[in-house]
Every structure is written in structure tokens, then in C-alpha cells.
């Protein structure tokens, strides 16, 4: 007799039995070869890990329902949050597909079949199945089950517990909350171990200042990192070499078992640890347990871009030490969808402007917003001191280039021009005061044109004077011409005497401090402690008061060479003093009375570059790198970020200084050749110091930029062997020479000969390696075959590939006057 069901049971069946089946495939955790999915099929997970917390498919974007983005996000979240994204930069249109293919793991297509993403990195076998665990991971697999790719592997802004970033794996942030578009910030986990978080300048890939670093490099104190790792019980840290750890913060890390938790580097910038508790999933929110940096808007400075906000704006810190940024009085944003970008000046400002408007006074046309505790610090390009309040505002409402002044410590007036770049708002500056030039004539506010009141006046004046000499006997108009002629006359001639007295005036520039040739005596304790001697003069110790007491270096010229030092002084001021970079060093000053010369620097407290690297003991490897980053940005500032494009001429040890902190700060402008950006080379005498200059000096080539290149390659080998360029000692003749040795062990792979017994830089042979081919590249011959240092910067960086070097061939007769021992220089 067949089996009758129970009429409840067969009902309960009937209406649950479906729901059951559909729960069953949303569950699915499990994908093969060729299972595809579809975005905007009414459904938006593809696969569900297990446990049910994760789930892996299609997310519309915010505000676009036509628009979808394939990812991983938690699934019992009401408010979505993606941990995992592919394509961001190309959202999938509605009716698009994903695939799992064996070649290449995912295949995301368009409705017409054009592919939109496949994984960076492909996978290193065979596909056979795809799974998404518990932990958030999705994982591609072969036949034998072993991982071929997955997502913890390729992270993008996101880290969850038990996911691990090796050397050279990064975090890159999201374009904004909801674009999720590359965007301009990344942590990095560097090859020497140092975790760091920067900014690039999009859509190049060029790295910025670091803003954080962990520090963990191998040092006297330390072992270098291995790896980031956020672990199963939610602890993240940076695990060294040695075992040893580096910990982001001491807060006491939630149970993973009763909180989700996730790290991720957000859109502004900030690298944040969230905690959502797994019992609830109304309206609870993240909670922010933790956050580096502190203070990103004290602490990220960068020098080379707009700063964590945009030009002209302010950056002041909001919760979770999230920056908010805001537009200056006056401003407004640049782009009213981009919070975060630059704001414009609503007004027309200009020295055009001003001078069009001479029939009004400069106060009747501006006037000043008034900001306390706000600063733009590298926008300066002024600094008058001793200077009062009233002083302060007057300079810069005179000033057709100034669009904020800075008053603060009491007497010291900061001038600062457009696009003004990190600004932010910072407590430290006891109260400082930003004048905010605005714009009060509604003539030149931005907007629809208005009358032409300045045109009407001039053309009023003209018609009353043509009025009275028309109108006037013929004595009269005689006399009024004559009187007229004879003022122009004088006008002229005193404009001519005024225009030659700028010219000559004008090779110094006044911006930076003029010191009388007492107080650089009295401030050297009479020349008393000398630091270094050149061609051109020596360098002494000495102390001054800028605010408080600033160690200072004065450089004072030979005044028996006048001719000579008196180029060598007006090259200078003229060209360091309009620069700003933290690896150039800052003139401070000068003093130009009778035939003294002198020139104050800011003290540099470890010396030159040579007398570390030429001394018996040799600078640890990373030091070396380190050093020769900040030498190749520096000049990369010098070359291309300069309104007018400096070439240095004279790239040598000698001239690389170091400060506190072992950076290394390019100094010694005397030889060095200005050129306006739409001219890119010159002829001039030969200049610089034998080993260094490059070929093309003595062809009567083009004088370029590229003959610092050259200079830099020749001293990047003196950083990586730690020897001179040239050493004729006999028993070395095949090593003589160091471009030509270098090139030597290259070519026959036996690298290790540069850096005998050097054991950090033996370790680290694929550096070694591509630092050698990026000097090679450096001082090739032919100045055109030759990177530019901004390229140069990159691939010591490693942003930019380091290609094969061509073959390197040195004419041998250029070569003997490239080297020869009696040859002079200019």
C-alpha cells in the first residue's frame, strides 16, 4: 500500500518547499567552469560563502540603476559595504556577464560581448572551480583544488581578518565614497620593508611624499617588515623579519567572533579599522576603533600636488580624524559634485586687472578676509620680517601677485600666491592670522560682463581735453601743447631711469632676508667655525634669530675673485631663492655691502653625501636608497615643477647635503643654468667638476637637461659601490673608472664585485640590479637616448619598468679629456 502524506505536512510542502530551493541556491558557495551570471537579473548574488556573511555578484551604483559594479560585500548588512571590487574604473551596463573561463578565471563582458575586466594578474593554472569562503575570500581553483587566484591576493581599498599583503602589494584608495574609480591614494608595503601611505598624481603613477611610514627597515634598531597581515583574530600589524611586530595602535582589538571587522585606506586618505557587531543588523553603523595618520591634514605636506585637498582650499579635521575640506571666503568649488577638489577665486585678480584700474584705489578694489590658524605652507613667495600687522596687509594689497598674506609670531609677514596648495587648519600656529585678498569691485566679478567703466572714464578724459584745445584761442592751445609734450617728455625719460635702475637691481631677488655684513660676523662669532671651503669661497657656523635661534651655514665668496664670485652670487639667490622642495636646500639670505658676498642657508647638520660615503665605514643600504630618492625628486623639482626649469650643472657628492634626518638636500647653485619653460636647451662654457659632466659639453652640443642625468647616474654608482667615480691606482686599472667597470659587471653578470662584502645590498640583488641599469641608462653618450629624471624617478621607484640598457660605448679620445687630471672647468 503507497504511503499517504499528512494533509498539514503536505501543505506545509507545497507553500515552503519553493522558498526552500531558492534559499538553497542563494547559498550556493560553489561555481565551475563556464557558470556565468548576469547583472541586473533581479538578483544580485551570484554565489553566498556559507556562513551566509559574504556574498559575491552585482551592486548597482549609487544613484544608477543601470550601472553595476561586480563585487564582494557583506550580505546581512543592511547598509551595503563592498570589501572587494573589479571593475571601478568600468562599470558593467545592465545585462552585462560574468564567467568563469580556465584561462582566465573571470571574464566580465558587455551585453555586446566587448570584455570590460579580466584579473590583473591571471592565474598561475588551470581553472577548474571558483568558491567564496567565510572569510571573504573568493578563490579560484585548480582540478587538485589548490588556489590559483583569489581576491585576498589582489586587494583593492579593503583588508578583512585572515588576509595577508606581501612586499610590494598594496591598498589603493576609491575615487570618492561612491565612485569607486581608482583614486589618489595608496599604501604600499615597499620592497625594503617600510609600510607607507602616499598620493599619486593621477593618471600618472608618480608616488608623493610618504604622509606615513612604519619604519620598519632594517636598521641598527630594527628588522625590516615582511609582510601586513590582519589575522583570524583580528589583530593587524606589520610582521618583521626578526618576528618582531609594529602595531597601528594600542586600542584592544574586538572579538572577531561577535564584531565584523574591516581596515580599509578610505577615498580622503586615512587608513581606518572598523568594528559592525554581528548581532544586530538594523540600523547599527561602523564604528571607527582606530586611524593613521592622526592628523593627515598637519601631517601629508606634498610638495609636488594639490595637497589632501584640492587647490585653494582648507583642510581641517573632521570625526575619526577624516578630513573635511572647506573653500576660503570668497571661493567656491571648482566642481560642486567634488567636496574634496580645488575652489576658484570668485572674482578676477591679476596685475592686467590692477593696472586697468588706475583711476581707483587699490583699497577701493579689494579688501581682505580675515582666517585665524590657517596656513597654505609651501604657497609661499615672500617672507618680510621684521614686519607689523598693518605692514603685512599693506604689502599684500600692493602686491598684484599676493593672494594671501600670512601674519604670525609676531612680526613675520608670509606672501603667498595662487594655485595655494595643503591648506589646512592647524591649532599650532598660536593664532596666526590668513589675509585672504577678495575682490570688492563688481565690475570684475566673475559672471556676465559689465559696463566698461574704466574704457568710458579714459574716453571722457580724452574728449574734455580735445574740448578745450578746440575751444581756446591759438596762444592757449600753444601753450597747453608745449606743456603737454614737455610732461610727457619727462614721464618718459624718469620711466627710462627707473626701468635701468630695476635692470640692474633686478639680478638679486628681494623676497629673501638682506642681512648687514655685521650681523653675519657677529652671527659667525667673527667667521670663526668654518664648515667647508670651495673654489669660490669658504663656509662658516653661525647662529641667527628668525623668531627664535636658527643654526645657519654662511657661505662667504672670495672677494679677491670679484668677477667671478659676483656671477656666482647673483646665480645663487636668483635661482634657489624661488624654490621650495625638502630636498633642496633653503636660502635664507644674503648680504650684498661693498665686495662681500655672502649667502645663509639653513645648516645642514650630517654633513656632505661624500663624506659619508667616502669614509671608512660604509651607510647601510636602505640609507643609500633612501638618499638617492630624494636626490633624483629633487632634481626631478628642479627640472619640470620649477616655473622657470633650473639645470643644476654641478651634481657631485660634495654638493648633496644631509640633514637630521639623513635626507639628502641638493645644494650649491652657482653653476647652474636657468632656462624658460619653452626652451629646452642652450649653449654656454663647459661647467661642473670633471668625472661628472657629461659628453655632449665637449661635442659643442645643446646643453640640456639631461647632462644632470648624466651627473646623476655617475653619483647613483658612488652611492651603490661607496667609492669615487675615478681611482687610478695602478693595482685598479680595470676598475678605474666606474661608469665603465659598473657597465663591465653588468654586462657579465657578476654584480656582486660592485659591493664586496656589502651583505644588505648582496641580499637585495634585484634592486641592486635595476639601480645599476638605471645609472647605465643615466650616462649613456648620447644625451637623447637618455631618460628624463622624472622618468629616472620612477623607475628607481618602481612605478616605471627598468628596460634592458643599450650597449654602452665611450669614444676612447673623449675619454681621455673627459678624464684627464689637469682639466679645468668653468
Known amino acids: 500500500m503507497a504511503p499517504t502524506l499528512n494533509p498539514p505536512l503536505l501543505c506545509f510542502l507545497i507553500l515552503f518547499l519553493p522558498a526552500v530551493c531558492v534559499f538553497a541556491q542563494t547559498r550556493n558557495s560553489n561555481l565551475g567552469v563556464d557558470d556565468s551570471f548576469i547583472a541586473g537579473n533581479g538578483n544580485t548574488s551570484w554565489v553566498v560563502s556559507p556562513s551566509g556573511d559574504f556574498a559575491f555578484g552585482f551592486q548597482p551604483l549609487k544613484n544608477s540603476n543601470s550601472l553595476f559594479l561586480l563585487s564582494i560585500w557583506y550580505a546581512k548588512i543592511s547598509n551595503t559595504t563592498i570589501v572587494w571590487y573589479a571593475n571601478g574604473d568600468n562599470p558593467a551596463p545592465r545585462g552585462s556577464r560574468v564567467q568563469v573561463t580556465a584561462s582566465e578565471g573571470l571574464k566580465l563582458t558587455s551585453p555586446n560581448g566587448q570584455t570590460l575586466w579580466t584579473p ?335 574704457k568710458r572714464k579714459n574716453q571722457d578724459t580724452l574728449i574734455l581735453v580735445v574740448s578745450v584745445l578746440l575751444g581756446s584761442s591759438a596762444i592757449l592751445n600753444l601753450v597747453l601743447t608745449g606743456a603737454f609734450c614737455l610732461g610727457f617728455s619727462s614721464i618718459y625719460q624718469l620711466r627710462k631711469k627707473l626701468k635701468s635702475v630695476y635692470r640692474s637691481d633686478s639680478a638679486v631677488e628681494t623676497n629673501l632676508r638682506c642681512f648687514t655684513y655685521k650681523e653675519l660676523e657677529e652671527a659667525t662669532d667673527g667667521f670663526k667655525e668654518e664648515l667647508g671651503r670651495g673654489a669660490f669661497g669658504v663656509v662658516y657656523k653661525g647662529a641667527i634669530v628668525m623668531g627664535s635661534a636658527v643654526t645657519v651655514a654662511v657661505k662667504r665668496l672670495n672677494t679677491f675673485l670679484l668677477q667671478e664670485t659676483e656671477k656666482e652670487f647673483k646665480n645663487e639667490v636668483n635661482v634657489i631663492g624661488q624654490t621650495h622642495h625638502k630636498n633642496l636646500v633653503r636660502l635664507l639670505g644674503f648680504c650684498e655691502e661693498g665686495n662681500e658676498r655672502l649667502l645663509v642657508y639653513e645648516c645642514m647638520s650630517n654633513g656632505t653625501l661624500a663624506s659619508l660615503l667616502f669614509s671608512d665605514s660604509r651607510p647601510n643600504w636602505n640609507l643609500r636608497l633612501k638618499m638617492a630618492f630624494g636626490i633624483a625628486r629633487g632634481l626631478v623639482y628642479l627640472h619640470e615643477d620649477c616655473g622657470t626649469q633650473i639645470i643644476h650643472c654641478d651634481i657631485k657628492p660634495q654638493n648633496i647635503l644631509l640633514d637630521d634626518y639623513f635626507n639628502a638636500r641638493i645644494s650649491d647653485f652657482g653653476l647652474s643654468k636657468l632656462l624658460n619653460m619653452n626652451q629646452s636647451r642652450t649653449h654656454t662654457a663647459i661647467r661642473g667638476t670633471k668625472g661628472y659632466v657629461a659628453l655632449e659639453w665637449f661635442k659643442n652640443m645643446p646643453i640640456t637637461a639631461k647632462v644632470d642625468v648624466y651627473s646623476f647616474g655617475v653619483l647613483l654608482l658612488e652611492i651603490i659601490c661607496c667609492r669615487r667615480n675615478v681611482d687610478m691606482e695602478p693595482e685598479n686599472e680595470e676598475r678605474a673608472i666606474l661608469t665603465d667597470w659598473a657597465y663591465d659587471c653588468y654586462t657579465t653578470g657578476s654584480l656582486e664585485a660592485l659591493v664586496e662584502q656589502d651583505h644588505e645590498a648582496l641580499h637585495d640583488k634585484e634592486n641592486l640590479e635595476k639601480l645599476v641599469m638605471v645609472a647605465i641608462w643615466c650616462t649613456q653618450e648620447d644625451p637623447t637616448v637618455r631618460p628624463t629624471m622624472r622618468k629616472v624617478s620612477q623607475m628607481l621607484e618602481g612605478v616605471a619598468e627598468v628596460p634592458a640598457p643599450p650597449c654602452q660605448i665611450l669614444n676612447s679620445v673623449t675619454r681621455d679629456h673627459y678624464y684627464s687630471p689637469t682639466l679645468e672647468y668653468d
Open 120 to 454: 590583473e594578474n591571471s592565474p598561475s593554472g588551470a581553472v577548474a572551480s571558483g568558491a567564496l569562503n567565510d572569510f571573504g575570500n573568493f578563490v579560484l581553483q585548480d582540478r587538485s583544488s589548490t588556489s590559483v587566484w583569489e581576491t585576498f591576493n589582489n586587494p583593492k581599498d579593503t583588508m578583512l581578518p585572515s588576509q595577508t599583503l606581501g612586499k610590494g602589494g598594496k591598498l589603493s584608495s576609491r575615487k570618492s565614497q561612491a565612485d569607486f574609480a581608482q583614486g589618489r591614494f595608496q599604501l604600499v608595503l615597499q620592497d625594503d620593508g617600510n609600510l607607507v601611505i602616499h598620493s599619486i598624481n593621477l593618471p600618472s603613477k608618480y608616488a608623493n611624499e610618504n604622509y606615513f611610514e612604519s619604519q620598519t627597515v632594517e636598521s641598527n634598531t630594527s628588522s625590516p617588515g615582511t609582510q601586513l597581515v590582519f589575522n583570524k583574530s583580528g589583530d593587524f600589524y606589520v610582521l618583521k623579519k626578526n618576528n618582531n611586530t609594529f602595531s597601528f595602535s594600542d586600542v584592544p582589538t574586538p572579538s572577531p567572533t561577535q564584531f565584523y571587522l574591516r581596515a580599509i585606506l578610505n577615498f580622503d586618505g586615512v587608513l581606518t579599522f572598523y568594528q559592525h557587531p554581528k548581532s544586530s543588523f538594523g540600523n547599527e553603523t561602523w564604528t571607527a576603533i582606530w586611524f593613521q595618520p592622526d592628523n593627515i591634514c598637519k601631517e601629508a605636506l606634498i610638495s609636488e600636488g594639490t595637497g589632501i585637498c584640492g587647490y585653494n582650499s582648507i583642510c581641517k579635521l573632521g570625526e575619526n580624524s577624516r578630513p573635511n575640506c572647506q573653500c576660503p571666503p570668497g571661493y567656491s568649488l571648482l566642481d560642486p559634485e567634488d567636496p574634496y577638489g580645488s575652489c576658484k577665486p570668485d572674482f578676477i585678480q591679476g596685475c592686467k586687472e590692477d593696472e586697468l584700474s588706475q583711476g581707483k584705489d587699490l583699497k577701493d578694489l579689494y579688501d581682505f578676509e580675515v582666517l585665524t590658524d590657517t596656513d597654505w605652507p609651501l604657497s609661499d613667495f615672500v617672507l618680510q620680517k621684521p614686519f607689523t600687522e598693518d605692514e603685512c596687509r599693506k604689502a599684500c594689497m600692493e602686491d598684484c601677485f599676493c593672494a594671501v598674506a600670512i601674519f604670525r609670531l609676531g612680526d613675520s609677514c608670509w606672501k603667498k600666491r595662487w594655485p595655494l596648495s595643503n591648506g589646512r587648519y592647524d591649532t599650532t600656529l598660536n593664532g596666526a592670522k590668513a589675509f585672504i585678498k577678495v575682490r570688492t569691485d563688481n565690475s570684475s566679478l566673475i559672471g556676465p560682463p559689465g559696463p566698461p567703466i574704466i
